[in-house]
């Protein structure tokens, strides 16, 4: 009888005990949940909440190191219009980076031939001279070498699967570092001895879109990161869609309370209003989601 290569203890019945026996062992073999759409959706917001609150302490910690001019994603914001780059920050960004790091969380020729073909294809249209063609030749040696196991080794598959139930930790976490180091590119470079800190959001979030791949499917996790996604841009939409061209070239940093027209007060205190709630949503949410795992660890004892 074949040894099982990554056994697994029985899994807990709360949302925090399920998610800190994933990270612990993550398993990349088995078939996602099949569950109503309005649990998984439920489940997946009281998750997001406990790590939102996360990341949102991390930024303040980064906001007190680093310039927030020396990240290129303002100056985007600020040139590009409102609709186009909140679209690729809410469609494509997420349909893109999803299946470049999530998709290979299954093991198949498929699913990593597409995340390849998506490393080469950005690796031709967005990067500098020299990334691209470090990029399309790692990305087209990998390519060759998927394309040869597949039609010359026919047991390609089966092995894949092997080492996907060997390493499953090498294989998660991972991903789950390049997704946050491949966000080093929206700073300055003279930024790069901070990566640790500055790409650990990013770290934080990969681990939730992990587990959401893993246990509810990919499209699960393509929709979690679009909602994560437009739930930090909106506030930058509304002042860029609906704010002043004072207000635009003053920043939110510069404000004049003196000169500033009633319209873009307005706008500030709705902004404001959006994120006390969004605080007491996921402190509500996350107290929620630790209370439901401190219960059931009493019980237990």
Known sequence: MEKNLNPQPPMPRVLLGIYGQFLRSPNLTTTPESLPVRQTRNQVLRLYSLHLLVMIAIAIVIGQVINPQDNFLLEFFAEAPAWFWFSIAVIAAPLIEESIFRLPLRGSVFNLTLSISLVVLLGIIGFSPLNRALVIGIGGMLAGLNVYLWFVQPQFPVRLQAVYARYPRLIFYGLTLLFGAIHITN???????????????????????????????????????????????????????????????????????????????????????YFLCGLIFCGIHAWGVVREWQRSRRRKE
């Open 187 to 273: 700073y300055e470079p003279q930024m790069l001895p901070l990566l640790p800190l500055l790409v650990l959001p990013q770290v934080v979030v990969g681990l939730w879109l992990g587990f959401i791949r893993l246990r509810y499917g990919f499209g699960w996790a393509v929709l979690a990161h679009g909602f994560h996604n437009g739930l930090l841009s909106l506030p930058i939409l509304l002042i860029t869609g609906l704010g002043s061209a004072q207000l635009q070239a003053q920043g939110l940093d510069n404000i004049d309370p003196e000169t500033l027209p009633f319209s873009d007060s307005l706008l500030i205190l709705g902004t404001g209003l």
